[in-house]
């Protein structure tokens, strides 16, 4: 047989046991966080036409996309992204409906990452969407408020404590290439190296440009804008065009709103945020916490993605990076201390019959019984040992003489006694 059948491809992993658990938990907890703020679940295909990831939409890089071919000879690609699925959904099955509409979601998404990032390329996503309304300023705010609002509660539900969102917007940059005079190509340069926090690459490019002292100042000042809200009267104090300066107003209605809310502890602002997706129009943000080298959390405001379906609507919407925050949440130990909870019924082959009639009483009480016979010549401490690997909580012994010896696992250091003594035909009657 290859080895090769052994193992998984790169990029992708098993998961089972008490981690798969886990996340199955923190999913559960998630979803019931968007479920409380009104948001319908929404499933989309796990693969599209490519063109609803093309560069055109502004999502994921084609080389990065996982593609392939249907019997018709259409171009197919696996999701990188959940958003422009969502946006074509929507479009396709809403598109006279103007109110906002609100929808969360739970899947696997798939980039072909480099193997030199060492990212994985299957990776659990949860998140939202709120889609439609009106493109009025107080509207905006409100919607804005209210996504970050849930981001803030599902980190907060899921367990963590120490946590920072870091919000930017996209037309402080835009407004300040504008002013500079970047031609779209430099532009595009521009924001690539922001993204990579490659700062000595922007300098470069801003100084071949020609660009002035003074304007220059601004881009180079962008590795200084972070922080708490001070640095939006910073940012302020550094442009004159009307994008950049609409976008840090719109920053401090929004910042203001969470602060009287309650989450001004959990809230940064960064000017020199982007992000590699290309639909984002306003309004950015990502979230950070210890014990995990990547974010936990991105989202934005999209006004523009749904006019490439043939809609008319404003959007945002955040993802959470599940594996990411399972990670982070181990790191921190802040997960539950997993319970056993299932048993175990090993019984002789004589006592078949009677093996099956006792799991099922036992399910009906509610417990969670795997069954299997008894093997010949192992001693209890082997079920013991196979208990421990395998979360169980108690091991039921069918004898011959029809009795049920029930063993607790759930004691870390069992003395080999019995806790129980049943008789098989008291327990069915």
Do not use: W
């Not at 199955?24 to 929404?42: A, H, N, Y």
């Not at 502004?58 to 171009?75: A, I, P, Q």
């Amino acid at each position: 047989m290859d080895t090769k059948m052994l193992h998984t491809p790169e990029g992708v992993r098993d998961s089972f046991g008490d981690e798969l658990e886990k996340r199955l938990q923190l999913e559960d907890k998630l979803m019931e966080t968007f479920q409380s703020f009104g948001f319908q679940r929404i499933e989309t295909p796990v693969f599209e036409y490519f063109d609803v990831f093309s560069k055109e939409i502004g999502t994921t890089k084609s080389s990065d996309l996982y593609k392939f071919f249907d019997k018709e000879g259409n171009t197919l690609a696996l999701r990188p992204d959940f958003t422009p699925s969502i946006a074509r959904s929507v479009s396709m099955y809403f598109m006279e409906e103007e109110l906002p509409m609100q929808f969360s979601y739970l899947g696997n998404t798939f980039v072909n990452h480099s193997s030199l990032q060492g990212k994985l390329r299957q990776s659990k996503d949860a998140g939202v969407e709120m889609i439609g309304g009106s493109f009025d300023e107080f509207d905006t705010v409100m919607a804005d408020v209210q996504i970050l609002h849930m981001a803030v509660a599902a980190l907060k539900n899921s367990g963590l404590s120490d946590f920072q969102i870091s919000v930017g917007n996209v037309g402080f940059l835009k407004g300040l290439c504008q002013e500079a005079g970047l031609s779209v190509d430099l532009e595009a340069a521009v924001r690539t190296q922001i993204s990579d926090k490659n700062y000595f690459g922007v300098e470069e490019l801003i100084l071949e440009a020609g660009i002035s002292k003074d304007k220059a100042k601004a881009f180079l000042k962008l590795t200084e804008l972070f922080g708490d809200a001070t640095c939006l009267e910073e940012a302020e104090k550094l442009v004159k065009n009307e994008e950049s300066r609409k976008a840090i107003d719109h920053l401090k209605k929004v910042g203001g709103m969470l602060e009287k809310m309650g989450d001004g502890d959990h809230i940064s602002y960064d000017l020199g945020l982007v992000s590699n997706y290309n639909y984002y129009t306003g309004i950015i943000f990502k979230a950070y916490t210890y014990g995990v080298g990547d974010m936990i959390l991105k989202g934005g405001r999209y006004d523009s993605l749904l006019q490439s379906f043939g809609k008319e609507a404003p959007a945002i919407g955040f993802v959470i990076l599940a594996d990411e925050l399972l990670s982070a949440l181990m790191s921190q130990k802040l997960l539950p201390k997993k319970n056993r909870s299932i048993d175990y019924l090993v019984y002789d082959q004589k006592m078949a019959d009677e093996a099956m009639k006792v799991a099922d009483v036992l399910r009906s009480r509610g417990n969670k019984v795997m069954c299997s016979p008894y093997r010949t010549g192992k001693s209890l401490d082997f079920y013991v040992e196979y208990g421990y690997r395998n979360r169980i909580r108690n091991h039921y012994h069918l004898t011959t003489d029809e009795k049920i010896l029930v063993y607790d696992l759930a004691d870390d250091s069992p003395d080999g006694l019995p806790v129980d003594n049943l008789d098989v035909r008291e327990f069915l009657s």
